[in-house]
C-alpha cells in the first residue's frame, strides 16, 4: 500500500517561507507524478503544482507561480513544496499526491491522482 505523509506546515508571517515535504512509502514514488494541492476553509480543493515522474514537466497554478518551486528526490521518495514570499489567501491545508498513472507527465485535476496524503496545515498572518 502506498502511503504519502506530509510534513512542514505551520503558522508564518506574510511575506515568510515554509517547505513542504511529502515522504511517500514503498518503491512506487519514482515512475510517478507528483501534484500538491490546498483546500481552504469553505473553499474546494485547489490544484497548486504538478511535476511529472522524472521531473521534466512542471506545472503551477497561476495564483502561486513565481513564489512557490515543486520539486522531487526520487532517491529519497521524497516530494517538495518550497513556499516563499507567502500571503495571507495562501493558508490552507495542503495535500500532496501521487498520480494514478506510471510515467504521468502531470496533471491538475486531482482524479488523475489515487493516493493522497493527510495533508498539513499551513497559515500565513497578515
Known amino acids: 500500500q502506498v502511503q504519502l505523509v506530509e510534513s512542514g506546515g505551520g503558522l508564518v508571517q506574510a511575506g515568510g517561507s515554509l517547505r513542504l515535504s511529502c515522504a511517500v512509502s514503498?518503491?512506487?514514488?519514482?515512475?510517478?507524478?507528483m501534484g500538491w494541492f490546498r483546500r481552504a476553509p469553505g473553499k474546494e480543493r485547489d490544484f497548486v503544482a504538478t511535476?511529472?515522474?522524472?521531473?521534466?514537466?512542471?506545472y503551477y497554478a497561476d495564483s502561486v507561480k513565481g513564489r512557490f518551486t515543486i520539486s522531487r528526490d526520487n532517491a529519497k521518495n521524497t516530494g517538495y513544496l518550497q513556499m516563499n514570499s507567502l500571503k495571507p489567501e495562501d493558508t490552507a491545508v495542503y495535500y500532496c499526491?501521487?498520480?494514478?498513472?506510471?510515467?504521468?507527465?502531470?496533471?491538475?485535476?486531482?482524479?488523475?491522482?489515487?493516493?493522497w496524503g493527510q495533508g498539513t496545515q499551513v497559515t500565513v498572518s497578515s
Open positions: 514503498g518503491r512506487t514514488f519514482s515512475g510517478y507524478a
Open positions: 511535476i511529472s515522474w522524472n521531473g521534466g514537466n512542471i
Open positions: 499526491a501521487r498520480s494514478r498513472t506510471a510515467f504521468s507527465s502531470g496533471s491538475k485535476l486531482s482524479a488523475e491522482y489515487n493516493y
